[in-house]
């Protein structure tokens, strides 16, 4: 157990839809991470929060988009869905400054778009 | 950029066997370098991080060493179990504040 969960597990949704997946941190992880991964791949980095501002993003579009609360809850949000949207979606999250310390799991939610 | 490759891509041993997972990080400039555990549609666990000053880390029979100057790590498994059967992930972190680069995995399975 890493103390991240995250919802819905599983989510199937229809191209052009939106999305929100959410994910709870451990209490005093204030830097949140999100990772995508394909089937076969390994994660690719999207965005991190540091105490709720933007603090870094990957090579993603616009329509990924995140949030971080005061609570250590995060989402992240993707509009205009794509086929190749279809991942595993995975928050990280650690106290302080990413790098510096291990970064804990959660468990992912399975995003396919149809 | 920071590029890591891992070999082998899959891996099938009999149970008991030692065995070696490898990963190699083309900017040998990193902050750290940690190892991760990912059973089928699941998440990450990590198993172990190495700080770049560090040489290796060992947690019960696992042993992960850092060669920085040549870009390559080793996650050694003793005594493989079927328990152990699942992908390792490598990722590296080039500074503070920078995100993981993963590679793609070695699939690991031991065979009872």
């Known amino acids: 157990e890493t103390g991240v969960t995250q919802s819905p597990t599983h989510l199937i949704k229809t191209r052009g839809q939106q999305v929100t997946l959410r994910c709870s941190s451990q209490s005093g992880h204030n830097t949140v991470s999100w990772y995508q991964q394909a089937l076969g791949q390994g994660p690719q980095f999207i965005f991190q929060y540091y105490r709720e501002e933007e603090n870094g993003r990957g090579n993603f579009p616009p329509r990924f988009s995140g949030l971080q609360f005061p609570n250590y809850s995060s989402e992240l949000n993707v509009n205009a869905l794509e086929l190749d949207d279809s991942a595993l979606y995975l928050c990280a999250s650690t106290m302080g400054l990413a790098g510096l310390e291990t970064q804990y799991f959660g468990p992912g939610t399975r995003l396919l778009v149809l | 950029k920071q590029e890591v490759t891992q070999i082998p891509a899959a891996l099938s041993v009999p149970e008991g066997e030692n065995l070696v997972l490898n990963c190699s990080f083309t900017d040998s400039a990193i902050y750290n370098l940690q190892w991760f555990r990912q059973d089928p549609g699941k998440g990450l666990t990590s198993l172990l991080l190495?700080?770049?000053?560090?040489r290796e880390q060992t947690s019960g029979r696992l042993n992960a060493s850092l060669d920085k100057s040549s870009g390559r790590s080793t996650l050694y498994i003793a005594a493989s179990q079927p328990g152990d059967s699942a992908t390792y992930l490598c990722?590296?972190?080039?500074?503070?504040?920078?995100?993981?680069?993963f590679g793609k995995g070695t699939r690991l399975s031991v065979i009872a």
């Open positions: 190495i700080q770049s000053s560090q």
């Open positions: 990722a590296v972190i080039n500074s503070g504040n920078t995100p993981l680069v």
